[in-house]
């Protein structure tokens, strides 16, 4: 069922036909916004015949009625013989629309307060500092705020369950990001809030209620729509369905049909705001069958976005002024589409992860994605002058620990995290030996469960076309406590694996591999949280020699190492994008699988009565066995 609402919307009475009035709601953005470009795109402002705009000048009567004409749209103006000056024609205009009662002196040049009181009779409310003068500068900023109508969109991708706030990897959290929201709000009476999917998936917090637990958060700030991300089928179809039966906002998507051909969820959202009819369209990448569990998809095809884009854009331009999409395909298919289909003003993406702080730009359509797990809260503040989008700006309010926390949903995510201690006092395996991720020993050489992890991060991507990995690597780091022999509940896991570290996978050469191992036992006599556990492969070293040195010879997969040769790896988001020093990965392409290492591990252990692993003699030390 497609659905239809109207926000904000504002008329304008008498002799102004077009919708101005707006300064005085008007709010900040991220970016500064030059209005002089798009005026001197449309000929309000045209300077002297050398292109000087005379920025630093005082704004006379005569310069101040010319442009109120043209911003106006007034055209073919009559110049009055009585009035002997280069303004004549607009001052004629001021004259009979009533907006002056007095011309004698066009040359005069004008305090705010003058400027204000003269915007006002012309239908444009100008917001201007007090002041003697006004440089045209100064005023030509200021006509562009009255000039258009500002909607401004704060927009979130890719929390999956981030819920609380985490200094440590500068997130968030719901109740911070909150505060930001109703701040943007307060500011503003254009104002939407649009997620761009891949939320009811990731942590415990929500993975435990298969996303039920944070719908009255996301129901609380209010959304006006969100795309179903990959990741929102990871429950089943059924479920996407059941969570946004209970949303008080629609959830779209307009490349996902049933085996009827019908649409799984409504494509398109309608809103009205600014006096504005928009249409939003929602995109799910086409990968997601193999992404996740073919069972969770059973009966559904994923169309092209670009194709479904083509075919659909046209036919909403006929009914709406505007078109955005939300788009979970990655930046580069949002290039793709905007590339492909003209008319589309902004794609809010998400899928790839990708920290926006500039807008990209294609065809003429603005491109914004929010990063990944509440690191940032996205912003963009879009201005219409008549139907056309004129000026953008758009960005990331990136983590800043002195935003306050709104209590409410402060509240709300308390509640959430105590029941979900509850739930996680459930056995989900047995372990016939302890396992062994104390810190002197995990990051001092091979343990069970650092094999035992590795592999299992090997086994899932098996069932991940064109992603299965080859080899492992888990940085010990991110293996945090010893667990006894006997029952292995949820929350021993969680203990175990405390950090929201996702499934990544990369292309990494041979010469990598080495690069990485020899940086893995660089520092083992420290105890550094970058030691390698590894899965597929096995390794010697001699600690007594020199790092970078260390390293004899490795194999994997029982063959000697061609460092030529390109790998698949299996490793945390953390280590591919360099972390814990692995800069040798930074700038390889990975693919996220957005699954948390905790939740692949906790799937494995539930699948098993009881669990073994063994020390295989996968990493040795040759300083040590002489």
Not at 144 to 167: C, K, L, R, S, Y
Not at 204 to 225: A, M
Not at 386 to 406: I, M, P
């Amino acid at each position: 069922m497609e659905m239809f609402k109207k926000v904000g919307t504002l008329a304008v009475t008498g002799a102004v036909s077009l919708s101005l009035m707006m300064g005085s709601v008007n709010a900040e953005p991220l970016q500064p916004i030059p209005h002089m470009d798009w005026m001197k795109d449309k000929e309000i402002i045209q300077g002297y015949k050398d292109g000087n705009l005379g920025l630093n000048k005082k704004v006379s009567l005569a310069e101040a009625v010319t442009l109120f004409s043209r911003v106006q749209g007034a055209s073919d103006l009559e110049a009055d013989p009585k009035i002997k000056h280069w303004a004549s024609a607009s001052l004629k205009w001021a004259l009979d629309e009533g907006i002056v009662t007095d011309v004698k002196n066009p040359n005069k040049k004008l305090s705010s307060s003058e400027l204000i009181a003269l915007g006002n009779s012309a239908g444009l409310e100008l917001e201007l500092d007090e002041s003697n003068t006004v440089t045209r500068e100064v005023f030509f900023d200021a006509l562009g705020e009255a000039a258009t109508v500002q909607i401004t969109i704060g927009h979130t991708n890719d929390v999956h369950g981030h819920i609380e706030e985490d200094g440590y990897n500068k997130e968030f959290g719901y109740a911070k990001m909150a505060t930001l929201i109703n701040e943007w709000r307060e500011e503003s009476e254009n104002f939407l809030l649009i997620d761009a999917g891949d939320t009811f998936q990731g942590t415990i917090f929500v993975n435990q209620t298969e996303g039920e637990s944070i719908l009255p958060i996301l129901n609380q700030l209010d959304y006006e729509t969100m795309a179903a991300g990959n990741h929102e089928f990871d429950f089943g179809f059924e479920q996407l369905l059941n969570l946004a039966g209970q949303l008080e906002y629609p959830v779209i998507s307009s490349n996902v049909f049933t085996d009827d051909g019908s649409e799984l969820l409504d494509p398109v959202y309608y809103t009205e705001i600014g006096g504005k009819k928009f249409a939003f369209i929602g995109f799910v990448t086409e990968d997601t069958p193999i992404v996740t569990h073919p069972d969770n998809v059973e009966g559904l095809t994923f169309k092209s976005p670009v194709e479904v884009a083509k075919e659909m854009v046209p036919q909403l331009k006929e009914e709406v002024d505007h078109v955005i999409a939300v788009s979970h395909v990655g930046l580069e298919v949002d290039k793709e589409i905007a590339e492909a289909v003209d008319g589309i003003d902004l794609i809010i993406g998400g899928h790839s992860h990708t920290p926006l702080k500039t807008p990209e730009v294609v065809n003429g359509t603005y491109i914004v994605q929010d990063w990944e797990y509440g690191k940032s809260l996205g912003r963009a503040d879009l201005y219409y002058y008549n139907d056309e989008l004129v000026a953008f700006s758009g960005g990331l309010k990136e983590y800043d620990e002195t935003v306050e926390a709104d209590p409410e949903i402060e509240q709300m995510v308390t509640e959430i995290s105590e029941e979900i201690k509850e739930i996680m006092n459930v056995v989900i395996t047995n372990s016939e030996v302890d396992l062994d991720g104390d810190r002197a020993l995990v990051r001092a050489g091979e343990t069970n469960i650092g094999n035992l992890i590795t592999d299992i991060l090997v086994e899932k991507t098996q069932s991940i076309a064109g992603y299965e990995a080859d080899v492992a690597i888990m940085n010990a780091g991110g293996i945090r406590t010893q667990l006894s022999a006997g029952e292995i509940t949820k929350l021993d896991l969680n203990t175990l694996l405390p950090f929201p570290n996702t499934l990544a996978v990369l292309d990494v050469t041979g010469e990598e591999l080495v690069a990485a191992l020899e940086h893995g036992v660089s520092a083992v006599e420290d105890q550094k949280g970058q030691f390698p556990q590894i899965s597929g492969m096995s390794f010697t070293y001699d600690s007594s020699k020199p790092a970078g040195e260390r390293v004899i010879n490795i194999k994997v997969a029982g063959e000697d190492i061609d460092v030529t040769k390109t790998y698949k790896l299996a490793t945390n988001d953390f280590l591919a994008v360099g972390g814990d020093g692995y800069a040798m990965f930074e700038d390889n392409d990975s693919f996220n699988t957005g699954l948390t290492i905790y939740s692949v591990v906790e799937e494995y252990f539930m699948a098993q009565d009881s669990i073994n692993p063994q020390v295989e003699g996968r990493i040795v030390d040759t300083s040590k066995t002489e």
